[in-house]
């Protein structure tokens, strides 16, 4: 099973890009951040037509997550747990059904910039609220992966120029601490499980020509419980993306598993 994650940055502008990609890649599940779009304004039909079960969690202008899926999906929740009054769409999951059950968490989490500030505070609570969701994951006798962009840069070889984000929310030490705490219940870094090393980015800015001089970070991470990592088989991130037309500043990355 291949399934894939990818901060389209807005449906509509890349509805197109999204829909080659697809082709080319097949993933049987992908995870998607960024939609920008109500559920009502997206274009489910260009990948049912495709043959995917389409799930959203959407709002107006910002955020919004989705899944596509060749297999049924099943329990679908929207929202992270524990804070009611939170709006903002950065959490989606489900239950893929094939023949071994996958419990899949598609999340955006907050940037958190500029920092200090409310966003900062947000961002360090939603994570609070991650790691509380993370333990019932572990508990689970279900495989299951959390994937999407974490908005977090683990590590100073995740950046080409790391000291030019150490006062950034994505890369402050609280922000990292509360990553690792996360990945230290049991969880797998798919890719850092397959690659080694620096030179390895999901994401290169608009500005600057950051794409062009290879200037990235990597943001999006798979986070596999221990039953899911067992099955692990590949982990990749799709660069070449990036250097299409009208490109997301994101990637797409992908895991294959055996099940």
């Not at 590590?155 to 922000?175: G, I, M, V, Y």
């Amino acid at each position: 099973m291949k399934i894939a994650s990818f901060n389209i940055n807005g449906i509509k502008a890349r509805a197109t890009a999204l829909c080659d990609w697809l082709d080319e890649a097949a993933p049987d599940v992908a995870l998607l951040q960024e939609i920008k779009s109500v559920d009502e304004g997206f274009p489910s039909e260009l990948f049912e037509d495709r043959g995917y079960n389409v799930a959203t969690h959407g709002q107006k202008s910002f955020n919004g997550v989705a899944i596509l899926s060749k297999l049924p999906l099943e329990d679908i929740t929207r929202g992270l747990p524990r804070d009611p009054e939170d709006e903002q769409a950065r959490w989606i999951e489900a239950t893929v059904v094939g023949k071994q059950a996958l419990r899949i968490c598609g999340l955006y989490l907050p940037n958190g910039n500029p920092v200090p500030g409310p966003k900062y505070d947000y961002k360090l609570a939603w994570m609070d609220r991650l790691y509380r969701r993370a333990q019932e994951l572990i508990q689970d006798p279900m495989p299951a992966l959390m994937a999407g962009d974490y908005n977090i840069i683990p590590q100073s070889e995740d950046a080409a120029r790391p000291d030019a984000w150490t006062k950034d929310a994505l890369f402050l030490p609280q922000s990292r601490e509360k990553f690792r705490t996360i990945v230290n219940l049991g969880f797998t870094d798919a890719f850092r499980a397959r690659h080694h090393g620096a030179g390895h980015y999901s994401f290169w800015d608009y500005q600057a020509g950051a794409w062009n001089r290879n200037d990235g970070i990597r943001i999006d991470h798979f986070l596999l419980t221990p039953s899911c990592a067992d099955v692990l088989q590949d982990c990749q991130i799709d660069h070449q993306i990036r250097g299409r037309e009208k490109p997301s500043d994101h990637v797409p990355i992908w895991v294959k598993l055996d099940l």
